[in-house]
């Protein structure tokens, strides 16, 4: 069974920088980490995760919800099983926990979006931004 392991939260200031890692181990419905795509979401307080980012097998396309694009940028390293989410310019709005997930769809990745098209899940990594 697949396992992720989200790391690099923490608190920042206003218009900071952070990256945030997850690990990958194991497989997704027998595929390996080169062959599944990848995404962020996260929690505010009160909130349902959202969509933040993601990333198809190979790393040649990515998808941006509307709140990160042009500050946040998704890559992954399929040789170390690592999924990153580099976040630039952050905005106390930014503040929440941060989830990486394993998505098994063959859906094209700017139709991966939704919750439940993702079926393993880290354990989040707080990010917190003060002003």
């Known amino acids: 069974q697949v396992q992720l392991v989200e790391s690099g939260g923490g608190l920042v200031q206003e218009g900071a920088s952070l990256s945030l890692s997850c690990a990958v181990s194991g497989t997704v419905d027998g595929r390996t980490f080169d062959r599944i795509a990848m995404g962020w979401f996260r929690r505010t307080p009160g909130k349902e995760k959202e969509f933040v980012a993601a990333v198809s097998w190979n790393g040649k396309v990515t998808n941006y919800a509307d709140a990160a694009k042009d500050r946040f940028t998704i890559s992954r390293d399929n040789t170390q099983s690592t999924v990153t989410l580099e976040m630039n310019s952050l905005k106390p709005e930014d503040t929440a926990i941060y989830y990486c997930?394993?998505?098994?769809?063959?859906?094209?990745?700017?139709?991966?979006?939704?919750?439940?098209?993702?079926?393993?899940w880290g354990q989040g990594t707080q990010v917190a931004v003060s002003s």
């Open positions: 997930a394993a998505s098994s769809s063959v859906l094209g990745i700017t139709r991966l979006v939704r919750l439940d098209q993702y079926h393993f």
